[in-house]
């Protein structure tokens, strides 16, 4: 065994990595995508460092007491907030890729929602959204280093979104493990919103700082900074 954020050995999480996760930003990053309708995205931190080893670590073999590291008391306190205003806030996890969930047999989204509800005033987790069954193309598609491949198949994958299992007229977060374009929590908060839901905030434990080149066509909109307030970009 060795420290998820730094190797060093014998040791699943040492103190340092555990500080430099908690307190990395006084307050969480605070990062609104447009595309997102401005609801207001809480990040733990950027994707970088010891952070990123340990979401790497979380997600590759599903190492849950790890959760609980990524999950800062910043987040936690604007969860809290959040649920004073909203009573019958229910944390939905993000569905896996289907390849991500072929390879793992576990949801990390689902890891760090049960954490964030640990940790706060103990907010219900429904797994409400579902990709289904994935095509076998699908899979095979998703070993593919093809970019063309890879957007079609993303494509395809979250335009079969389903919601289900929630109570009519939801208050939902969305909880994802990294932001990095948002089309992804777009299409989340598309499909809870189609269904008569809302959608009051989203939390991840990492965001990818720069703009990256999204998979959808209409990447050039998605822009979304870290702020230390909410602000709508339009
Ligand atoms: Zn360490």
């Known amino acids: 065994m060795s420290c998820a954020g730094c190797f060093r050995p014998d040791i699943a999480l040492c103190s340092r990595c555990l500080a430099r996760l908690e307190a990395p930003i006084a307050r969480p990053s605070i990062a609104v995508a447009t595309a997102l309708w401005g609801v207001p995205v809480i990040s733990g931190g950027a994707y970088r460092g010891a952070r ?21 008391h910043a ?63 699908d899979l ?3 070993f593919s280093r093809s970019p063309r491949s890879r957007t079609a198949r993303l494509r395809r994958r979250w335009a079969q979104l389903k919601v289900r299992g929630l109570p009519a007229q939801s208050q939902v ?15 989340c908060a598309r499909a809870l ?20 080149k999204s998979p959808f066509p209409r990447s050039g909109r998605q822009v979304y900074s870290e702020r230390a307030t909410l602000t709508r970009r339009t």
Not at 53 to 71: E, F, S
């Open 52 to 72: 990123r080893r340990v979401v790497g670590a979380i997600k590759d073999t599903g190492v849950r007491h790890l959760t609980g590291a990524l999950v800062s």
């Open 193 to 212: 919103k189609r269904q008569g839901h809302s959608v009051i905030a989203v939390f991840v434990v990492a965001h990818v700082p720069q703009l990256h």
């Open 140 to 142: 095979l598609a998703g």
């Open 173 to 187: 977060v969305l909880v994802d493990d990294v932001m990095v374009t948002g089309a992804t929590l777009e299409a």
């Open 75 to 137: 987040m936690i306190g604007e969860l809290d907030a959040l649920a004073r205003n909203h009573p019958r806030l229910i944390l939905v996890p993000v569905p896996p890729s289907a390849r991500g969930f072929f390879l793992r047999g576990f949801w990390p989204t689902a890891l760090i929602a049960t954490a964030l509800s640990r940790e706060s005033a103990g907010l219900p987790v429904l797994r409400g959204l579902s990709l289904g069954r994935p095509a076998i193309g």
